[in-house]
């Protein structure tokens, strides 16, 4: 059992994962997967438009605080090897109005790099231009807007394509969380595009 642990805790030794957000970010969908990185040996950074915190939504009310590691306009995507997007319904609605973070999105697609989409996150990559025939899924209320940009949408728990990640709700967050550790892993996908 403790050789199973160490190994799962190198998987991703030497990785920095950045993760977007801004306030009313789905809680549980930023905490579970932040979580499965670091016990795999991943280094996170919280980044969002402003300093200071971002409080998250937990269900059906305002949950928690939690402090910025580096504030958007800071940030330098090239610094990260990969991309997690947390979803709630305001969060990524707010950052799709933000020119720095839809660019901040694009440059991981243009660079090969993993990016891992949970349930209205799909937005901001809409908004990023980066979803045109593309295999993925999200929250069922954003289906119409995938496919309208061009995503073949499917309703499956995680959908894998050529380094994106996405699942539909924070029931499907174990299965996200081992595809996502998977293609980090896994690297720069060269099939990956913008």
Same mark, same amino acid.
């Given at each position: 059992?403790?050789?199973?642990?160490?190994?799962?805790?190198?998987?991703?030794?030497?990785?920095?994962?950045?993760?977007?957000?801004?306030?009313?970010?789905?809680?549980?969908?930023?905490?579970?997967?932040?979580?499965?990185?670091?016990?795999?040996?991943?280094?996170?950074?919280?980044?969002?438009?402003?300093?200071?915190?971002?409080?998250?939504?937990?269900?059906?009310?305002?949950?928690?605080?939690?402090?910025?590691?580096?504030?958007?306009?800071?940030?330098?995507?090239?610094?990260?090897?990969a991309l997690l997007l947390p979803g709630g319904i305001?969060?990524?609605?707010?950052?799709?109005?933000?020119?720095?973070?839809?660019?901040?999105?694009?440059?991981?697609?243009?660079?090969?790099?993993?990016?891992?989409?949970?349930?209205?996150?799909?937005?901001?990559?809409?908004?990023?231009d980066v979803v045109r025939g593309r295999r993925m899924?999200?929250?069922? @209320?954003?289906?119409? $807007?995938?496919?309208? !940009?061009?995503?073949?949408?499917?309703? &499956? /728990?995680?959908?894998?394509?050529?380094?994106?990640?996405? @699942?539909?709700?924070? $029931?499907?967050?174990? !299965?996200?969380?081992?595809?996502?550790? &998977? /293609?980090?892993?896994?690297?720069?996908?060269?099939?990956?595009?913008?």
């Open positions: 059992m403790l050789q199973v642990t160490m190994e799962n805790q190198q998987r991703l030794q030497g990785k920095k994962v950045a993760i977007l957000l801004t306030d009313g970010f789905e809680q549980v969908e930023m905490t579970e997967p932040r979580k499965a990185l670091q016990e795999a040996g991943a280094e996170t950074h919280l980044i969002a438009p402003n300093g200071g915190e971002v409080k998250g939504w937990d269900t059906k009310d305002w949950g928690q605080s939690f402090p910025i590691d580096v504030p958007l306009d800071q940030a330098r995507p090239e610094a990260y090897d305001l969060n990524p609605d707010q950052l799709r109005m933000e020119r720095k973070a839809v660019e901040f999105v694009r440059h991981f697609f243009e660079a090969h790099k993993p990016v891992a989409a949970i349930c209205h996150a799909p937005i901001l990559l809409i908004e990023a899924t999200s929250y069922p @209320s954003i289906t119409t $807007d995938l496919r309208n !940009a061009g995503a073949d949408w499917v309703d &499956e /728990e995680v959908v894998t394509d050529q380094g994106l990640v996405t @699942s539909r709700k924070p $029931d499907d967050i174990p !299965a996200f969380n081992r595809k996502m550790i &998977e /293609e980090i892993r896994e690297g720069i996908h060269d099939r990956q595009h913008a």
